[in-house]
């Protein structure tokens, strides 16, 4: 199920934020000249408050399909809804694919359970088609999916990326799944705003087989696995998002006030969400599971117990979703009197794993098949 667009904080938040920019303007802003980097960096001071329409920026350069940069950011943007095949980036690679595209995607899978990364031609054709989609455009329109996700793990904005043509504001997002350029990507969960818009995209360039839907075409082979294990994490998140409705102790640890609202629940149980990042095994302490916030600044989860740790299977979950419930208790290092917030979890039953095609999580294990002495 799709995350619906009347949940109540997004929509207070794009009722405030839209109060004077519509969705779909039927001409350029008044008065709407190119953004110098001084006027953009007054904008960049208001970025880390909360709201759907970020604002508009002077287009600087097009790293790849589904990565730009605009002027007075301090770092790229990450498009939400897409994910284009990757463009080369060593002449070795290069070499590789030309020479045998299908063994140099099998070389690249090697020892990976899931599907990866791969510098492909189609990579290079989402690259070309972006800068078409841009050409003459000197001015885009930043905005946000949730008012509460502003930044990803790698510290980029979150954003889908609007340019005016033909008398309109036009999604880029959207129009590179609509010419094949890119799958609707949910990997990391629903678009709240535009889902619908990805999926008739994906629709009309799969039956007209553009792009990655073309099989003439070198790219990734195997969408049909990349597209039920996005699924699957996308499903996860709308679940954790309808638990999560109306209440306070829900927190997902992607959202840019998670610390602080961690910080107001010490002592109080909450469930949170991620994905699971490293793992620390304790030899002689506890074993500590760090879920995914921010680059060097993940959320510990803690087991003293190495059986509930080996109990609940999260070590085979590195980079899968999670939710965890449990208290929010602050560990205080006695050597340099550093203070950390943590979850202590000392039952299995305090993680919940996401279904993932191929991973089986504990308890889903199917039964034994019952023998008889008369079968055998």
């Keep these: 199920m799709p995350r619906t667009l009347t949940r109540s904080l997004v929509a207070a938040a794009a009722v405030a934020s839209l109060a004077g920019l519509s969705l779909v303007a039927c001409g350029p802003p008044e008065g709407a000249a190119r953004y110098g980097r001084k006027q953009a960096q007054t904008t960049l001071s208001k970025l880390e408050a909360p709201g759907v329409v970020i604002g508009e920026f002077g287009l600087t350069k097009i790293i790849d399909g589904d990565t730009v940069g605009v002027d007075g950011l301090d770092s790229s943007l990450r498009l939400l809804g897409i994910d284009t095949e990757e463009t080369y980036k060593n002449q070795a690679d290069r070499l590789a694919s030309d020479a045998d595209f299908v063994k140099y995607l099998a070389d690249k899978r090697a020892g990976h359970s899931r599907p990866v990364k791969a510098a492909t031609p189609l990579g290079e054709d989402a690259k070309t088609w972006a800068k078409h989609f841009f050409a003459g455009v000197d001015k885009v329109r930043l905005e946000r999916d949730n008012p509460r996700q502003i930044r990803g793990r790698y510290n980029r904005y979150l954003a889908y990326v609007f340019a005016f043509k033909h008398g309109q504001w ?19 969960g ?20 553009l792009g990655i839907w073309d099989p003439t075409k070198l790219h990734y082979p ?3 696995e990349r597209k039920p294990w996005w699924t699957a994490r996308a499903e996860f998140v709308a679940e954790f998002e309808r638990q999560a409705e109306g209440r306070d102790d829900y927190i997902d640890l992607t959202d840019f006030d998670s610390l602080r609202r961690i ?9 949170v969400m991620s994905t699971v990042g490293e793992v620390r095994l304790g030899d002689r302490g506890p074993t500590k599971v760090m879920l995914s916030r921010r680059m060097f600044g993940d959320f510990p989860l803690v087991f003293f117990d190495k059986d509930v740790f080996a109990s609940t299977g ?24 550093k203070k950390q917030l943590q979850i202590i979890v000392d039952r299995p039953g305090q993680v919940t794993l996401s279904p993932l095609p191929g991973l089986v999580r504990p308890g889903d294990e199917p039964a034994p098949e019952s023998t008889s002495t008369a079968a055998q």
Excluded: C, L
Aim: charged share 30%; proline share 1%.
């Design 190 to 209: 629903y678009s709240r705003r535009f889902h619908q818009e990805f999926v008739d995209a994906e629709r009309e360039a799969k039956a007209a087989h």
């Design 263 to 271: 910080e107001a629940a010490v002592g109080k149980e909450v469930t």
């Design 170 to 188: 036009v999604n880029y997002n959207v129009e590179a799944v609509r010419a094949g350029m890119s799958p609707y990507f949910t990997k990391y």
């Design 222 to 224: 195997d969408y049909a």
């Design 314 to 337: 999260i070590a085979r979950w590195k980079g899968e979703f999670v939710m965890v419930r449990g208290v929010v208790a602050v560990y205080e290092n006695k050597h340099n009197g």
